[in-house]
Structure formats: structure tokens, C-alpha cells
């Protein structure tokens, strides 16, 4: 499966680039990522939120860098749900913003595993990017992902509509989290 | 704490409801001592805005007292005892679009932009109480109210002004001047205004602010017109009267230079036949708005003139006079009101004593009896314009 996204992000390219080169913060707004732990200086270890199909972890290496302008990546081994990925910086025209243009592929495997991966990313694959795509830029122009009463788990809302009510959450619903 | 909440169409309820808490780094909780029903609440309750939830606390027009603020809020920002008023648009003062100063489109608030986009294209801003399609976010028809992005949108109120002084800067008193200011007014200038209710009342008022030769007040509710024309504008009562006869006859037959449409999605029409043809449509859903404003003011426009529309669309129009506004030169303005940018100069209007925005509340009520609230707003009863809560 082929998926493509952009986004326009109000901040200059080295400042969008460092923040996806650092790929330990790309779980704060990428909805099927858990964690993403730096292992030498260009390979690193990936796992998989709960949505993604539980226990999928994947070891993965920077394939191209070039600083300010792009980056790709791949896994490595015998991943799970093999993919690789690239994204583009370029300086937008208002001479303030980057363009940002992410392309990931991902090996969709057969069983009960493709059938989870599948059904994460539905009917409309590109939504789920989409989606992830727009909090990146929430987290870095305005230092994290907003929150409503309807749709407060960030990147775990995953549900857009109906959703819980636009009413503040009580105590308990609070604790529980996005479990809820 | 007690809330107004939307039950279902045509009801709102006012249930105990948890408290607000702190989500956001940036978000304040404010103590809400005034709030209003406005318009926009009654496309929501008529149920002409998809997207509601039995629940969701309405109310986009509050201010109040600071009780909290999150962690990311600077202390020369906004503090703990602040008095604030808050724009009913959640903006986050750092995409393209605030930079630009279009709030009401901020790129950043509205958590649910994906279905947003597949219903306008793009995505527009978060908005307090007005359904998931802007977010989802809790309203301010309550006691206390969570403010997101506390360090771009309230406005300090730092003067002995009264909560009715400026508790429309919160919406209404914007967004009637961005109708008038888009206009872009000349001293000689006719504006006409379709709807005289609470945000036609400000359109006009702004209107004679900015400068125009003549205000016109068109609307069918005595009472309304009447309030237009103490505030010095000539009443048009569309029940009694053609309404571009009577525009030719106040204009010299040249047509309002410039008309502005107060009334939105939910007209209503002199002609029987057409009324029908567009409830029939919009109750089957093939057509989502009633514009028989936004029609007349297109044809009743003098060729190069402005259309500035302020009234709230949701969806789909029919019949729209695209050969009226396309051969005769029309320019067509629109937006959600972008608050943020009129909230300081508009406070200063009102401590010079050029806008009272008071002159249009007619009822003050206890949160309590909102839905009475909502009702006599709603069926024009008892001579109502504008409704203030107190929570
Ligand atoms: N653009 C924004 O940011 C913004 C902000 C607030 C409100 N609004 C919208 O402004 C509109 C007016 O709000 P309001 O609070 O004054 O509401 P309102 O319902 O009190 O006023 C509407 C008035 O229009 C009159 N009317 C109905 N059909 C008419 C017609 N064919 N010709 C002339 N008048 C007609 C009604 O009698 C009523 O007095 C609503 O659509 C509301 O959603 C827009
Ligand atoms: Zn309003
Ligand atoms: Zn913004």
C-alpha cells in the first residue's frame, strides 16, 4: 500500500527537518506509532500502537539524509508489516513555511495481522496521514496536539464522529484516559 | 457545574455537567458571569448544522473571571483574576492564518478539521459550542467555560465597563462591523442591511460608524425595525412592502451601493411559492439553506456594488443569481467573524462612546431558564432582540 501526504508548516525547513530527523518524536503525532527508540546514529526500533495490531515491533535504518531537504527510511529484517518511508522539506513561497511531502509504503501481510493493519487504516487510507500530517504541524507551531471536550485523546481519537459529547470529561473519564 | 446543553432538535436542556479541567498547556478555566444566545444558536437547535450531539454545551459568547491558567500561558499574557471577554473563534495565533489574520480559519483548533474538510473543502477553526464539525469543543452557556489557546484570544478588560458594555465583543459587535467593513464604505454610500436582528442592529450601527451616507433596516418584526429606527436607521418591513421598490424609491432608483446579509441560512420569504419550493428542498436535504436574503440582496444591489455576507451558511444553496452578481460587477464578501482582529479597536469605540452595544438587550435571565431563553429569542415573543445569561 502507497500512501502519499503534505502539509505546509509554518516554520523554517532546518526546524521541520530536525524535528522529523529526530524520529523519537514522530509517536507524538503519528497515530500507529507507540515508540520510536534511536539505536546507533542512523538505525533505530520501532513498535506499533494497539490499533496498529499489539506486539508488532520493527527495527529500521535511515536510508538518505540530506539535512534540511529530505530523509528516507526502511525496516530492516524480517519486519512484521515490512515499509519504508521518505519525507521532503521544501521552503514554500511565502518564504516563511516548508513544504512538507511524505510518501510511505507499507507490505500489507496476510492473516490476522494484515487484516488489523487493514482495518486501521479503513476505507480511506490516506485520512489516517492526513490526520497525522495535521498534528505534526499542531505540535510544531503550537507546541502540542489540541485537545477538545468531543475529541480529547489526541492522536487516540481516532473515531471522528459521533464522538463523546462536546461537554467537559468528569474525574473518572479523565483517569482512565483514552482507554475510556 | 449547570449547563445549557443541545437535547436534540428544538430542545436545549440545563443539566449538571462535570467541571472543566486544564487539557492543554495553553488553556485557561474562566469563571463565566455573562453569556448570550445568539443566532448561530438557533441554526444549531433548529438542527440546520450537522454534527451536533445530545449534550454538547452550547454558547459562544461569554465572558468571565480567569480562575485557572495551564502551564504554557505567560504570566504577562493572562493571569489568575483577569477579567476577560472570549472570542468565540479558538486561534492559535502561529499558522499562515492568524499570521494573516483570518482567526475564524486557523489551521490548528479544530481537532476534527477531517470532517470539516470534507464538508467545506478545506478546514475551518475550532468554535465554542457550535457543533463536532469546529471541533467539538464545550460551549459557554455554563458556569465555567475551558479556553484553549488563553494566550491569543481573550481580551482584558482593565476598565469599569459593565459585562453588557463588552460582552458582545465576543462575537456579535464583530462580526456586525466585518459586515460593514467589508463593504468598504464611502461617504456617499447607501448600505442596506437584511436582518435586524441583534447582528444586522451592529451591521447598521457600524455601518453609520464607517462613515455611510444612509442606513437601511430590512426585516418583518415591528419591534425590531422599530429598534432600528430609534438607532437612526430607516425601517423596511418585507411583509408589507416589495422590497427592491422600495430600495429604487429610497436610492433614487440607483439600488444600495452596498447591501449586507444579516439573516443566514434560515429566511424567510414574502412569496409563498418560493418559501415552499426552498423548505420543501431543505427538508429533503437536497438543498441545505434557505437564501432568499442573500438572493434579494444580490438583485437589489446597484451594479459594482458589495455583497458582504455575515448571515451563517452550512452547506448548499439553490438558485443562486449568478447572472445578477456575475454581469452587473458584484463583489461578493463573506467569514466567520474574525474576532480576534476587532476585539481591541472595537473596545475602544465603546469607551469613546461611538457604540453601545446595550442597545440591544432586551432580556436578562438566569442560566437556569435558558431554554425560556431560547424560546421567546427564537418566536420573537415578548419583543425579545437579545438575551443575556447569567450563570
Ligand atoms: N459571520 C459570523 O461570524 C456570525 C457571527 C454571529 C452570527 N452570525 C449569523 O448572523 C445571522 C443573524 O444573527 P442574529 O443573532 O442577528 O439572528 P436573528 O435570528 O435574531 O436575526 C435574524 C433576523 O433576520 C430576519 N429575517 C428573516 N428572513 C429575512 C429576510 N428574508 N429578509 C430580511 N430579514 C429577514 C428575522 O426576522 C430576524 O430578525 C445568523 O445567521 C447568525 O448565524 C454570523
Ligand atoms: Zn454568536
Ligand atoms: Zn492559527
Known amino acids: 500500500m502507497d500512501l502519499t501526504a503534505t502539509t505546509t508548516v509554518r516554520k523554517p525547513a532546518s526546524e521541520v527537518y530536525a524535528f522529523w530527523r529526530d524520529l523519537e518524536n514522530l509517536p507524538t503525532f503519528m497515530a500507529h506509532l507507540e515508540e520510536v527508540r534511536a539505536a546507533g546514529d542512523r538505525t533505530s526500533h520501532w513498535s506499533a500502537a494497539a490499533p496498529f495490531g499489539k506486539d508488532v515491533e520493527w527495527d529500521a535504518e535511515i536510508t538518505e539524509e540530506t539535512p534540511g531537504e529530505r530523509i528516507a527510511w526502511r525496516s530492516t529484517g524480517d519486519a512484521d508489516v515490512p515499509n519504508a518511508g521518505t519525507v521532503s522539506f521544501v521552503p514554500a513561497p511565502d518564504g516563511a513555511s516548508t513544504e512538507v511531502y511524505v510518501s510511505l509504503v507499507y507490505e500489507i501481510p496476510g492473516g490476522s495481522l494484515g487484516k488489523a493493519v487493514a482495518k486501521y487504516f479503513g476505507e480511506e487510507p490516506h485520512q489516517q496521514l492526513d490526520d497525522d500530517l495535521r498534528r505534526f504541524k499542531q505540535v510544531l507551531e503550537t507546541g502540542e496536539v489540541v485537545r477538545s471536550d468531543g475529541a480529547p485523546w489526541g492522536k487516540r481519537a481516532r473515531k471522528e464522529f459521533p464522538q463523546r459529547p462536546a461537554q467537559p470529561l468528569s474525574d473518572a473519564e479523565l483517569a482512565k484516559g483514552a482507554q475510556a | ?391
Open chain 2, 1 to 391: 457545574m449547570r449547563a445549557n446543553t443541545w437535547s436534540g432538535r428544538n430542545k436545549v436542556e440545563v443539566r449538571d455537567v462535570p467541571d472543566p479541567k486544564i487539557l492543554n498547556h495553553r488553556d485557561a478555566i474562566v469563571r463565566i458571569t455573562s453569556t448570550a444566545i445568539c443566532g448561530s444558536d438557533l441554526h444549531l437547535v433548529d438542527g440546520y448544522v450537522p454534527t451536533m450531539q445530545d449534550g454538547d454545551v452550547l454558547g459562544h459568547e461569554f465572558m468571565g473571571e480567569v480562575i485557572e491558567v495551564g502551564s504554557g500561558v505567560p504570566g504577562d499574557k493572562l493571569r489568575v483574576g483577569d477579567r476577560v471577554v472570549v472570542p468565540f473563534p479558538i486561534a492559535c495565533g502561529a499558522c499562515a492564518a492568524c499570521a494573516a489574520e483570518l482567526y475564524s480559519c486557523c489551521e490548528n483548533t479544530n481537532p476534527n478539521a477531517g470532517i470539516a474538510e470534507k464538508m467545506f473543502g478545506h478546514p475551518v477553526a475550532g468554535i465554542f459550542g457550535y457543533s463536532h464539525l469546529t471541533g467539538g469543543f464545550a460551549g459557554g452557556q455554563a458556569q465555567y467555560a475551558r479556553v484553549p489557546f488563553a494566550d491569543v484570544g481573550p481580551l482584558k478588560i482593565e476598565s469599569e465597563l459593565t459585562d453588557e458594555q463588552v460582552l458582545f465583543l465576543s462575537d456579535i459587535l464583530p462580526t456586525g462591523y466585518m459586515g460593514a467593513e467589508m463593504c468598504d464604505i464611502q461617504p456617499s454610500d447607501v448600505v442596506a442591511v437584511w436582518g435586524a436582528g441583534p447582528v444586522g442592529q451592529f451591521a447598521m450601527d457600524s455601518a453609520r460608524v464607517l462613515g455611510a451616507a444612509k442606513v437601511i433596516a430590512i426585516d418583518k418584526e415591528p419591534y425590531r425595525l422599530q429598534m432600528a429606527e430609534q438607532a437612526g436607521h430607516i425601517p423596511v418591513n418585507f411583509d408589507d412592502v416589495d422590497v427592491r421598490s422600495r430600495l429604487l424609491e429610497l436610492t433614487g432608483g440607483r439600488g444600495p451601493d452596498k447591501c449586507i446579509d444579516a439573516v443566514g441560512l434560515e429566511a424567510t420569504h414574502g412569496s409563498a411559492h418560493i418559501a415552499a419550493y426552498d423548505r420543501v428542498k431543505q427538508a429533503v436535504r437536497s438543498e441545505t439553506e434557505r437564501p432568499h436574503a442573500l438572493r434579494q440582496a444580490i438583485l437589489s444591489c446597484r451594479s459594482g456594488g458589495v455583497v458582504s455576507v455575515i448571515g451563517v451558511y452550512g452547506g448548499l444553496l439553490d438558485k443562486f443569481p449568478a447572472g445578477a452578481w456575475m454581469n452587473r460587477s458584484l463583489t461578493l464578501r463573506t467569514g466567520q467573524c474574525h474576532v480576534q482582529r476587532y476585539m481591541k479597536p472595537l473596545l475602544q469605540r465603546i469607551e469613546r462612546g461611538e457604540l453601545d452595544p446595550t442597545r440591544i438587550i432586551t432580556h436578562t435571565l438566569p442560566l437556569d431558564e435558558a431554554e425560556r431563553g431560547f424560546d421567546m429569542f427564537k418566536n420573537k415573543q415578548d419583543n425579545c432582540e437579545k438575551v443575556v445569561l447569567k450563570p
